[in-house]
């Protein structure tokens, strides 16, 4: 069966450049949430969207972006990327954004910042 | 707001013993509880979930929980482990009628051993 397709695998960026993540969901899924995961560290919820409108936002820094396209995949932008945004970066998809509706998670975009 | 504590962060077991992992969370309101495992270099993948009915819930790979409300506790087991398991294994919350917003635990790296 078709999964969450994350891209790239992994990212090494510097200090203060810019990173774009995708996220390509299940088909016909209609939400798509973001998690950043420290090293070490459980996931935190960052954003999601539902219907291509932003749903919840949860610890997503200022100096990040994302969005939902008309296709449903979505776009984590970074930009002036520090030290401590170096994680993995998980994308996940569900059919309709009800509380007990299991998401699908990607395998994740390993971003290092040197 | 909700938490979840996962009280073990390493658990080493001997191949083909059983393994109980132990999660507790704490919530004002009720929630659904989730177990998915992570592992290496790979995205997250929901082992079981507990919406309603039963408390004791079957996963995949012979894992099962079960919900009990009183001591607000979610606890993963599996009769007989398999060097495969090695992984990491993280409890999550949703809080009924929210939109998806799940609360991770620390997690817990079950390492089997032959």
């Known amino acids: 069966a078709a999964g969450v397709i994350q891209s790239p695998r992994h990212l090494i960026k510097e200090k203060r450049e810019t990173a774009t993540l995708k996220c390509y969901p299940i088909?016909?899924?209609?939400?798509v949430y973001w998690y950043q995961q420290g090293p070490g560290q459980d996931p935190q919820f960052l954003i999601s969207f539902y219907e291509k409108m932003q749903s919840d936002k949860g610890s997503i820094p200022d100096r990040f972006s994302a969005q939902q396209f008309s296709d449903y995949h979505s776009e984590l932008n970074m930009s002036s990327l520090e030290l401590g945004d170096s994680a993995l970066y998980f994308c996940?998809?569900?059919?309709?954004?009800?509380?007990?509706?299991?998401?699908?998670f990607g395998n994740g975009t390993r971003l290092t910042v040197t | 707001a909700q938490s979840v504590t996962q009280l073990d962060s390493q658990v080493p077991v001997f191949e083909e013993a059983p393994v109980e992992l132990r999660c507790n969370y704490s919530?004002?309101?009720?929630?659904?509880l989730f177990w998915y495992v992570q592992y290496p270099n790979q995205g997250l993948q929901l082992l079981l979930k507990?919406?309603?009915?039963?408390?004791l819930v079957k996963g995949i790979n012979g894992f099962e929980a079960e919900f009990n409300k009183s001591q607000t506790s979610f606890h993963l087991r599996k009769p007989s482990v398999h060097i495969s398991d090695t992984a990491e294994y993280f409890c999550?919350?949703?809080?009924?009628?929210?939109?998806?917003?799940?609360?991770f635990g620390s997690g817990t790296q079950l390492t089997v051993l032959p």
């Open positions: 999550a919350v949703n809080p009924w009628g929210s939109a998806r917003q799940l609360t």
């Open positions: 996940a998809s569900s059919l309709g954004r009800g509380s007990n509706s299991p998401l699908h």
């Open positions: 919530s004002s309101v009720s929630v659904y």
């Open positions: 088909p016909r899924h209609d939400t």
């Open positions: 507990y919406l309603s009915g039963s408390t």
